[in-house]
């Protein structure tokens, strides 16, 4: 039996101390994943992406991760500019000794989840051939392309260089993968998978580029069960859904006397749906 690193023993105590703390989350729209292999692309969330595709994602799955958080020497540089730069100047000092702390536990933890290393230089090719061998052996793969662009008040703009990836895996394979919207709701506890596009390789690369990531940005579907507030809760919460409902310029429907679904502009909830919902 092969004995087990100090390293792995160490990610799984960490883990299990994640799992433990950190709040339980409810999956909904697992119907809605392909049967084959799909890219899943969710909002970053900070921190609640990454645990929530490691810990609650249904089936077999690999998560794309910066590389610098994999690797010792590169986590603090990487993790002051990503995280904490922003914050008033004054608190530099504090965040900069934060990031060498977090360093060890970083690169421990991402070299032994289930990760893919995101480069950004001419080793990118490496990612590619990492996510297309996953896809290949019938695993998901989950991206969090968010940039730091606001696209509307749910998620932000979409880095869709990842949607390549489509590309390469049809001349490999023949077969055109399904991308999938995922939105991740800590607040609600709740991880929502929403309905799959497949990638069209007789589409100009750019325009399908496009057409994808737009789908993916505007897609999400927010659900919320309001059966076990209290009438007067139910009818503030409602007024303020209407507002940004008015933001996104979308649309609110009842599809049972508890259920409300929210949809941003160009997501669509069809008739056949509202009516299986009644």
């Given at each position: ?8 023993i ?11 703390f ?6 909904e ?6 049967a ?37 020497k ?64 019938g ?7 968010e940039?730091y ?20 895996y ?7 993968v ?40 505007d ?20 007024d ?39």
């Amino acid at each position: 039996m092969k004995k087990k690193s100090l390293s792995y023993i160490c990610f799984r105590v960490i883990r299990f101390l994640v799992w433990l703390f950190y709040p339980k989350m409810t999956v909904e729209g697992t119907e809605n994943l392909p049967a084959d292999a799909c890219i899943v692309v969710g909002n970053h969330t900070q921190m609640n992406g990454p645990i929530c595709g490691e810990l609650y994602f249904p089936g077999k799955r690999k998560t794309w991760c910066a590389h610098q958080m994999m690797y010792l020497k590169e986590v603090p540089a990487y993790a002051f500019e990503d995280f904490w730069s922003g914050k008033p100047k004054w608190t530099h000092p504090f965040y900069r000794l934060l990031s060498y702390i977090i360093a060890p536990i970083a690169a421990c933890v991402f070299q032994n989840a289930y990760t893919i290393p995101v480069f950004r230089d001419n080793r990118l090719i490496t990612t590619f051939k990492q996510t297309i061998a996953e896809l290949e052996a019938g695993g998901s793969v989950i991206v969090f392309p968010e940039c730091y662009d606001p696209h509307n008040h749910i998620v932000y703009q979409f880095q869709d260089k990842f949607i390549d990836v489509a590309k390469l895996y049809y001349k490999r394979t023949g077969k055109a993968v399904s991308f999938v919207p995922l939105y991740i709701a800590p607040a609600l506890k709740k991880i929502y998978i929403g309905k799959p596009t497949a990638f069209n390789p007789d589409v100009p690369m750019e325009q399908e580029r496009q057409r994808i990531a737009d789908y993916l940005m505007d897609g999400y579907k927010v659900v919320m069960d309001i059966e076990e507030l209290e009438r007067s809760s139910v009818m503030r919460l409602i007024d303020f859904l209407l507002g940004v409902i008015h933001v996104l310029d979308g649309d609110m429907r009842r599809v049972t006397k508890t259920t409300l679904v929210l949809t941003p502009r160009k997501g669509e909830l069809s008739d056949d749906e509202d009516d299986n919902n009644r």
